[in-house]
Every structure is written in C-alpha cells, then in structure tokens.
C-alpha cells in the first residue's frame, strides 16, 4: 500500500469512525433513558406503564439534552484544536523547542529530526517536550504533512541513545505518511463527546462537595439529587469510556504495528526501534502523568496508561507481540536485558545492539557482508509516485551528507529567526541574474546589506543541491513567529523576485514553499474539495504546460510530449498553452487548487509531471527541485531523486 492508498484508506477510516461513534451515541442514550425511567418507576411516576414511559415528553427532554451535551463536547473539543497539533501540544502544557536550543539533548533531536525531514521530503514539524513526564513517549499530530508538531516527552530524551530516538521519530513520521494524524484528531474530538456525560458527572459531584460544607442540613438533603443525579452521569460515562476505548483499539492497533514496520524500512536499523521498545518494557514504561493521557491514548508511541482488559481495548499491541514482529529473537533480548539490568531503567548510552537472527521480518532482509553478496541485476527505479511517503537507506545517506555540507557556522545561524529570514534573502540574491543592489533597495536593508551579500556569495559557493535543504532548515525557525512578522517576510520575498519582473523555477519554488508554510492559510486544516480530473481540467493544463516549456522542448516536439505525458488526465480538446500564458501567478494558484485533489488522483498527477521532468533523460538540479516543490505543495512529500 503506498501513500496515496493510505490516505485514501484513512479518509474512509473516518467514515468507519461516524459509524462507531453513532452506535456509541445510542448506546449512551438508551443508558441515560434507563437511568431516568428507573428514577421515575420509584419516583412520583411508579403508576405509569411501560408503554408510556418511552411516549412521555420528559424522555424526550432527556434525550434531547443527552445529545446536546455530547454534541457540545465534540465542538468544545474542535474548537480548542482549532490550530491542530500546535493547539494540542498547547493543551498538554507542552514546551516550544526553539531551532537554536543549546541543551545537548533537544540538539540530538533536532538533527534526528531535520535528517529524517530532508530525506522524506516532509517539513521539519515544530518540536515540544513534556518536561514533567519521565517515561518514554512521543505523538505527532496535524491537519496535513507540511504543518505537524511532533511532541516527546523528556524520559525520551533522558533515556534513548541517538539510533533508539531516530526509530521512534521514524514511527512518528510514519504516522505523518500514512495519514494518521488527522483521523487521530477527529478520533479526540468524537470522544470528548462520548465522554463528555462523565464529565458533567464528575463536575456535579465536585460541586456538592464544595458547597455541602456551607449548606444546611435541609438544603443538603435536597442536593442528594444532584449526587445521586452525578453519581449516574459518571457511571453512564464508564460506558462512553468503554466505547471509546473499543473505538480508539479497533482504529489503533494495526496502525502501530504498521508504524513499527515503517520506521524499521526507513533507517534499517532494527535495534533502533527495537531498544527503545525494551527500555519501555524493562524500564519506566511509557504511561504518562498528564490527565490528558486517556484522550491522548490512541495517538502516542506508546501506551499511555494502564487499565484491565487491555488485550481488547488497548490501542497499542502488547510490547512482546511488537517486539516479535521486528525479529523472534527481539523478545529473547528483551528478558534478557531485564536480568542483567534487574528491570530497571536502561542506560541512555547502552551501545547500538547488532541486529538478532530474524530481525528482517520488518526491515526485508539481514545484511550480510558486501564480499558475501550475490550479484544482482539492476532494476529500474519505481516511478516518484511509488517514492512519494517513503523514506530509503540512500534517502537517509543523501540527507546525511547534505547537512554534513553545510558549514557550522551557517547551521548555527540559520537557527535564528533572524538569521533564517536572512538565508530566505540571501538564497534569491544567489541564484538572481539582477543587480544585487537594486534587489537590496528592495529590501530596504541599510543596515544588514554587506551581511545580506556576504551571505549570498557563501550561499553560491555551496552550490545547487544545498539550496532546497537551506529552505528546509530555514523554513521551520520561521513557523513560530507571529502572523505579522511572518506577512513582513513574505511580502519581502515577493518584492525581492518582482524587481526584474520574472521568476526563476527556484525563486517560484521558494515562494511557493514560503507561503505553504508561513502563509495565513499554514497551520489550518485542507479537505479534499475534487474527485475528478475533469473539475481541474484548466489548472492540469496550466501546470503540464509549464513544465512542458520548462523541459527544452520546442514547437512539434513540444506538443507531442504535451499530450503523450498528459493522456488520461485532460480531457480532449485541452491543448500545450502558448508559453506566455504560463504565468508564475497563474501557476501557484493553480497548484493550490491541485492540492485539493483526492489523494488517489495526485499519484498519476505526479508520475505525469515527472515524465516531463525527464523528458530529456537526465534531472538537472533546478528540475528536481521544481518536481519536488510541486509534489510538496501537493501535500506528497517525495524524498530527494539525486540520493537513488
């Protein structure tokens, strides 16, 4: 199943999602009309029939005021992650990790991190820790792939080695491919309602509580209602607590273990995912403190408490069935360890394990000695729709190097807002063919106009293939900052590329990139508003077009690509577009209704603007970075093409 499928299936899961919580919403309110006709037949009502207890207007009033309850709590739910994962991590009391933290251990995340971001294609997420919570764990969340935060808790940190953190951050990303996160919002949303009578419950007894101290004893007396009146709201909501577990088990489990597999094909490090797994077992766990930890139960790493009947209703599969899937012999280690270490919490610098007998079952293969290896016949590469949503171990190696090319110095400063901005400046007026002076008046820079050049004559010197990792580091420094400042900066990129009234494929990527994810739009949830090709007929079109120019074909040979690429997605009569209808304006508004599309519809889309990529059967650098830049702005992260 590749990522298109994924979040196809995970658009459908959402349906199966309305289902359950349907059947969970009557289940809860065949509970409350029980509770309330019990209540009447020892009540003043005992005279009534059956027959009429399910026709009086008083059942109605319940019922009604049942599903209001609950409906509010699924909106009070929707409207506090109204800004998606920043407004999750929000709630948890999470801390912001800034780009230029000096703490040794929040360093060794970022790098994790911004490696696993370049080689995968997706947008460094925005980094928060739980400073209060000791066990190991982690969750991402979001609306779409390029505006995730990605939440660890500082057990995390404490406890795994650099391979053990990056297999946990491999599943997390994982969870970003498979299109996980925002089901698992919506997932919270629908149980805050299904919870939300326990709450009242909860409320209600807390309030009598309070108030019977500064009561009299008659007044007290008439608030036995009120507890009696909690007291069944509270029971009630163990049977919202009970559904919504059995909902959170029947979406979670397979996406875990799918997740385990995923994060071991990408760095085919098996002992990296399988030693963080052991420290949870053998060590402090991964249950967490928080009281959100039940309503977060279903999107973390691990569990994240410890309840009965966790066999039916945990989210996660157990940690030896887990363990078990990376390899048999994983399970063997497990206990081991445990003896050596007398169950307690493993070494943060424990040495990276070799990988036990059978520890292929995820990564697809033992490695064996280079010398040992059978001679295999090359095999073509699968086209970049089939590379969208996957990570390799060339994709990691390629990443690897590139920020290894990087200087230090460039890396420490790019992770200042001010120096991050100042790179986004600096990368125009590298690569621009216009009087540097005259794109500096632009800027109405006086002050920083020698360090606005010097950076750019560092900048040119890299070399092409830095230019797009440049925007990848810089990019995330500038999410944080308030809407103003990020509006400043993107009226200034845009005023940069407008002095020679023409855009380059490297500045309209970087503009375009920019706006994705700094933009007023960034941060807000997208839904899928098209189903077929022909609603996008004019922007398909315009987008083949461009890059039908952009390819060198001319005249005959133009038109023939045009249509050969593009068969099955136009409709008849959609011809190549004259080049001066091929506006950089005209095309950003089309790749942003293009990003719309339903998820199957964008793989084709991709391999047809690939083919004409490679029209000329070779990828220049300014051509990998358009293709990579459109399939970003597609919401599809697509790893580099140079690292295969």
Known sequence: MDFFQHQERARRKTGLLVLYFILAVIAIVVCV????????????????????WFTHPFIHWITGLTLAVMVFGCLLKLWQLRNGGQGLAEMLGARHITMDSTATQEKQLINVVEEMSIASGIPAPQLYVLDNETAIN????????????????QGTLNELNRDELQGVIAHEFSHIFNADMRLNLRLLAVLAG??????VGEYLIRGQRRSSFSRSSSSRKGGGGLVFAGLALMVIGYVGLFFGRLI????????ELLADASAVQFTRNPAGLGGALIKIRNGNGSHLA???????????????????????????????????????DWVARARSRARDTGSGPASPATPRPAAPQGAAAFAGGSRVPEDTKPPVAATPSPPPSQRVGTVSEPDMGYARSLLEAIPDDLRRQIRSPQSAESVLYALILSTSTSDTESLLDALDVNDQRQALITLSETIRALGSRLRLPLIDLALPVLKPLPADSRARILSHL??????????TFFEWALVGLAHQQLGEQSGKNRRTRFRRYGALAAELQLLFSVLTWASGAENEEARTLFQRSTHGLLPAGRTLLPLTHCGSHKLGHAVDRLADLSPLLKGPVIDAAADLVLADGKVQVQEAELLRTIAALLECPLPPLFAS
Request: glycine share 6%; proline share 5%.
């Open 33 to 52: 009309n029980l509770a309330v006709l019990l209540t009447l037949f020892w009540g003043d009502f005992q005279s009534a029939s059956p027959s009429q």
């Open 494 to 503: 845009t005023a940069l590329i407008e002095v020679d009234n023409r855009y």
């Open 138 to 153: 982690a969750f991402v969340a979001g609306f779409r792939p390029s505006e995730t935060v990605l939440v660890v808790t």
């Open 290 to 328: 928080t009281p959100h930890a039940e309503d977060m139960s279903h999107m973390c790493f691990g569990e994240t408490l410890h309840f009965r009947l966790r066999n039916l209703l945990g989210t996660h599969p157990p940690l030896d069935e887990r363990l078990s899937a990376i390899g048999s």
């Open 194 to 199: 299904i919870l939300a009578l326990g709450k």
């Open 248 to 255: 959170k088990a029947a979406i979670s489990r397979q996406r």
